[in-house]
């Protein structure tokens, strides 16, 4: 049986074992799997699950499991936990899934921005291909002329 948490994914890790005079050898960082039953309150049945005990504090946090359930990334899950969780969304119906709110992204930065004002100009530019390209505006309030010319001071 693969140690892995059900829920999380949680996997082993490698590391060293490091003794007082620092000689390192190779170890695993095992997950603490415990083999708990769940109970769906939506579905009215169990569910046995070898989870980490993260993961089952977790659970408690977000309100059972059900609730984990229905926010969970179903990449995280093993195959039985998402077929309990086609099961579980499939019993919500249709309208409250509709409900659920959707995933927030952040909002693009200054790159993604400046990205996407360069590819709208390049389809605006290939669109009407007669106009010249647009300028940019001076760097400055003085134009080129103000800068060029001698500057006095009068008394």
């Given at each position: 049986m693969a140690r892995v948490c059900e829920l999380t994914g949680k996997k082993p890790?490698?590391?060293?074992?490091?003794?007082?005079?620092?000689?390192?050898?190779?170890?695993?960082?095992?997950?603490?799997?415990?083999?708990?039953?769940?109970?769906?309150?939506?579905?009215?049945?169990?569910?046995?699950?070898?989870?980490s005990a993260a993961a089952l504090r977790t659970v408690e946090h977000r309100g059972g499991l059900d609730a984990f359930l229905r926010k969970a990334r179903p990449q995280t899950l093993s195959v039985r936990a998402q077929a309990f969780r086609k099961q579980l969304l499939a019993a919500d119906g249709p309208d409250a899934q509709a409900k659920r709110a959707p995933t927030r992204r952040k909002p693009p930065g200054k790159k993604a921005q400046k990205a996407k004002l360069r590819k709208e100009q390049k389809s605006a530019a290939a669109a009407n291909p007669s106009s010249p390209p647009a300028a940019s505006p001076p760097a400055s309030s003085e134009t080129a002329a103000e800068a060029a010319a001698p500057q006095t001071q009068s008394p």
């Open positions: 890790m490698a590391g060293h074992r490091v003794s007082h005079a620092v000689n390192r050898s190779k170890r695993r960082f095992l997950p603490n799997l415990q083999n708990v039953s769940l109970l769906s309150e939506a579905l009215g049945r169990g569910l046995r699950l070898r989870v």
